[in-house]
């Protein structure tokens, strides 16, 4: 019995996800449901149409997210840990409410969401928290008693997430030409968002940027501790889109490239930290644009791994979770981070990473549902 897992009182996991097409047929549908009501100019719908085109139609997020789903589910199982693991995704099948309404009619009760993005913003927490409102809105109406549902902490300090992504930059480095591997500088990468929705991210403002910029800085440390060589770092931004006269985060990922170049920098290892999977924003925006303006610069460059389904990934689901669960029944669980900022917080405080228009939000302490 001892060596029994307790996730009590939860009885699920739902692994929560953006989704991504499967096929040609898929990208516009797709494109519709990410983009509605969000003011996205026509132009950049059908280019970034274009880089799924470029795939075939079809992203490779679904296909990790299978994979991560896996590895879960072998971790558990290994580990003694008896929790079954759902899937729904926000922009495409399968969808967040259909999951949902399988996992009510499975009599679930209790249940523990991971999303995949590790970091606050409305972008990458509360519009989440808004989907699993809307879906249990729906499941109310259909006369189905919608489950208590409750997120993870934001996990992108957790060392089980930190030290894949720091073995993907060491991996990189090797895969520089060696003249130029010393003075390569450490391109931090996230999802650009808009200056105002950064600056209101978190319980207090500031914490999209706070925590790029903390666990960049960790796996900084530890690169320079493993290879013995001191590499200037910054955190840039990738992904643009919205209209060019809202200010959204700089620099962007590809100016930088040109200027680490002008300043003579021999190379650079650029770093997804801001993204959980090698997802569509990692293939084409870093692997094809990126990558083509660092040829035009002949600036020497490398992508490291983002974590994906890697099995110290789940290791650490599985300790947030069962984290998670020892809070909930009272009691005072260790919870492991790296960096300066410490663990976050269980439940988002009210208002917590606003939108610009109020929706129900669930998993939060403003959530209509208990
Ligand atoms: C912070 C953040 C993350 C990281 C956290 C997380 O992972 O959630 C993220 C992830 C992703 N974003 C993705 C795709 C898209 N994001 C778009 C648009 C936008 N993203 C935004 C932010 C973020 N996005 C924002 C502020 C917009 C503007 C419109 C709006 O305010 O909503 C658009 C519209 C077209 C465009 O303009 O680019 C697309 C197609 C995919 C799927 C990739 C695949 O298919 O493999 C993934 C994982
Ligand atoms: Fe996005």
């Known amino acids: ?24 047929e898929d990208v516009v549908p797709f494109l519709e449901n990410v983009t509605r009501g969000r003011g996205i ?26 994979e991560l789903l896996a590895a879960l589910r072998e971790d558990f199982a290994a580990h003694g840990l008896d929790l079954p693991v759902y899937w729904g995704n926000r922009n495409w099948a399968p969808y967040l409410t259909d999951t949902l309404r399988e996992m009510a009619k499975d009599g679930r009760r209790r249940v523990l969401t991971l999303a995949t993005s590790a ?26 008693a919608p489950p208590r549902v409750d997120k993870l902490r934001h996990y992108f300090n957790h060392p089980g997430f930190v030290r894949p992504v720091t073995d993907g930059v060491l991996a990189a480095l090797a895969e520089l030409p060696a003249a130029v591997r010393d003075g390569a500088h450490l391109v931090f990468t996230t ?28 796996i900084a440390d530890a690169v320079r501790a493993e290879t013995g060589v001191d590499r200037p770092w910054e955190l840039v931004y990738q992904s643009r889109s919205g209209a060019p ?31 959980v999977s090698d997802h569509m924003e990692v293939i084409y925006d870093l692997d094809t644009e990126a990558r083509a303006k660092a040829e035009e610069l002949g600036l020497p460059v490398a992508r490291s791994a983002t974590v994906g389904a890697d099995p110290r990934f789940a290791a650490a689901v599985r300790e947030l979770v069962l984290e998670r669960a020892a809070a909930e029944r009272g009691g005072h669980p260790e919870r492991r981070t790296l960096g300066a900022l410490g663990p976050s917080h269980d439940v988002c405080p009210a208002g917590c990473c606003p939108g610009r228009t109020e929706r129900p939000a669930a998993a939060g302490a403003d959530s209509p549902y208990a």
């Open 245 to 275: 006269h809202i200010p959204w985060l700089e620099p962007d990922v590809c100016d930088h490239l040109a200027d680490l170049h002008g300043r003579g920098v021999p190379g650079a290892v650029l770093v997804p930290v801001g993204f």
């Open 191 to 218: 999802h650009s968002i808009p200056t105002a929705q950064a600056e209101t991210s978190g319980p207090a403002g500031g914490a999209y940027v706070a925590q790029h910029l903390d666990v960049a800085r960790v």
């Open 41 to 66: 100019p026509r132009e950049r719908l059908a280019e970034v149409g274009q880089h799924y085109h470029l795939f075939g139609g079809v992203s490779p997020i679904n296909a990790q997210n299978r």
């Open 1 to 24: 019995m001892s060596d029994v897992l307790d996730a009590r009182p939860y009885d699920a996991l739902l692994l929560l996800s953006f989704g991504g097409p499967e096929g040609p």
């Open 119 to 144: 970091y606050a913003s409305y972008s990458g927490c509360r519009q989440y928290r808004e989907n699993l409102a809307d879906a249990l809105a729906a499941l109310e109406r259909e006369g189905l």
